[in-house]
């Protein structure tokens, strides 16, 4: 049956409509829904689930079904669930695999979570340099009547488990079967070290268009693969990272429904408790401008519109330098580069924005007249700051990234109410600062 | 040679040097170093590049030198190139094909962009149902000779060309080969339409951890694959719009480096004056309490720190809904469940920010003793204030997306900035209505 997605639903039983309900189905509707899957479709299902709905759903099955259930999994896939259950379950799990399967599990959790080690498969395809096309795919098919789930290149190691060149079946099916693999091979291989983080894996991926890359250590042994379907996986999750970062809080981790509230709320009120120490800021640089309010109230009705606005133009800037930092495209040695990019995008942004409110103030001066005899100098206050706060708020947010990755922090904490808060305190003495040189002995 | 990336720069004249330096260098610059590379290096360079690149370089060689590198592209990447360069050029690069492939190209460029069919190469392996298992294999290996770049699976069709089965490598191998092939081939096939969006596509792929996806038409006939790499592709771009949306401003369709100051100014310039536009509401909202803050200057000192609270936990929020409806996580129907979770996580975080502003007020009357006779008062309209303007700015953050969903307009548009906005006005209506009900007849 050809599952032509998105389809209708259909057949309450089948893994499809599970798949669809999953999301919003408890712990224990979760269990009987599954048990009541047919077995070859249990068994796809099982396999398809994100791993710590694997664990979970592992922990909560009878002790016979957990068995066959986590031997359908690749070592790699065995890894990441055990990492998403409480120490004492890993290791009953872990008792229910075959001896060799689990010397291979045990290697990969020694793995730090997010480099290439932790990605890859130890499953691949070796080929002798020596051998002949012909030997190569006799072996190859012996190979792959194991537990080979991925083969899509032979890799050609030599007898210290060197990577010496690769050979896609391609290749293979294409030569003559009495040349030599040494001779036919393609020694221009793309391989990362195990110690690599994922983020450059994906990249190298996206740039080179391939299906698997080979994972090395330090001596060039070969000891495993990565595979395009781990990394899509990868770039999204990197990608939701830095999303919730720059919205002001830290990574979820999990789905976001399925994250229980109290931890959601962990994430995201310290940030926001942060933040809010931060523009308590505020409240004592107002405090700095009380008599100056106290005299003319009408400074008071534009700090929201100032304020924001420098908020608003710093979120565009360290928005657009962040992704471009996590993509590869900005690096440190970019900082001139992108200072004098966002320096002029600041002061042309600003110019409009001023300009904006320079008209808004006058006109509502000849609409209502509300701004008294000085109207004009207040525009020009109104006008000046924005230039002032949208260039500044601009810069700080374009560079700020800059100086958290020097600092080896990550960039992406730099968030847009981050920045916000830093611009809302420094954009507040500066429209007072301008109010003050424009305004004193008039208004003020 | 194994290239470990990262890895120090070596001879200032291979292809993964001019990879590294390409995106700083300018037009002429890249066309003049691309020429300086060795033969074989420059095929493989050019066909790494993104297809915006490809379009520029190719659109400055030589007429020869054109040919000989367009036809190194795939017929997706070739169509993925022709969009990127203008009309009249798009018809002089396509005389540079043979006629198959120019057909090939032609209908590729007729889906969109961002459709499976789009994404899709026309080459695939192709499998007859009433052939045994050797000859299959032997009629791919003929495949194989020709433009198959990528063989991962045999795609078994009927006479009308429909999509029965498929047969990996593996089964193929490790199969007898006097076997049929309609007898072995796997029937349970995930396939998409052509009209699918690459976002439906990605999904796929992550759930099913797939290297290849076949696509089909709407009376089920196979029409190309989508094969995993350029999913990685997809996906990241995919979060960049996300991102760039979600920054305040339109995606950028390019790298940060690479897209012209003038270009970028106004995917930015439009949104900044747009919520400007909307933050000018806060100064008419000031203005309508002018004289609340004549009377007690002490209410405007504490406008930034309550507006900007609403704005920072309206961030979150907007963030957390617009990541999970992109990832497909949280549907229109999940409405009710997000309400309920945000309204308790805006009440939860809003009693935890009025709790530090109450103390706050206290401490300073304390240590200062600068806001009068009434600072319990003040503490408790500021505390109040904060658990409204933040369960409130939780709430419209978490919601916009649901209503721009219903309305079919993008849920990514309801930026950070924009919540922000919205937050800002209501924020001081809630704030000087507190202020009013607490302190009426005392300040006011």
Known sequence: MI?????????????????????SLSPD?????????????????????????????????PRSDRKIAIRLLAPDDVADLLLTVPPAEQLSLLSLLDEPTRREVSALLAYAEDAAGGLMSPWFARVRPEATVDEAISYLKRQA????????????????QRLRGVLSLRQLMTTPGDRR???????????????????????????????????????????????????????????TEDIQKLGGMQALDAPYLRTPLLRMLGKRAGWLSALFVGELLTATAMGHYEDEIAR??????????IISSGGNSGSQATTLVIRAMSLGEVRLA????????????????????GALGFARVLLWEKLFGVYGPHHALIALTVAISLVGVVTWGTLAGALLPFLLRALRFDPASASAPFVATIVDVSGLVIYFSVAELLLRGLLL
């Open 145 to 160: 009547t194991g537990q080979l789930e991925t083969l899509y290149y032979g890799y050609v190691l030599d007898a210290e």
């Open 3 to 23: 599952d032509r997605s998105p389809s209708p639903d259909a057949d309450p039983l089948t893994a499809s409509t599970l798949s669809r309900s999953w999301p």
């Open 181 to 239: 693999v040494s001779d036919v091979m393609t020694t221009d291989v793309v391989a990362v070290n195990e110690d690599v983080d994922q983020e450059e894996v994906a990249r190298l991926f996206a740039e080179h268009d391939l299906v698997a890359i080979p994972v090395v250590d330090g001596e060039g042994r070969m000891k495993g693969i990565v595979t395009a379907d781990d990394i899509v996986d990868v770039v999204e999750e990197e990608a």
């Open 29 to 61: 509707d979760r269990l009987h829904s599954f048990l009541r899957l047919p077995r070859e479709e249990a068994d796809d299902f099982f396999q398809s689930l994100p791993s710590a709905d694997q664990g979970a759903l592992l922990s909560a099955l």
């Open 334 to 353: 970019d900082f001139w580069r992108v200072t004098r990019r966002e320096l002029a995008s600041g002061l042309a942004l600003g110019g409009i924005l």
């Open 296 to 305: 003319a109230v009408v400074l008071a009705l534009f700090v929201p519109l």
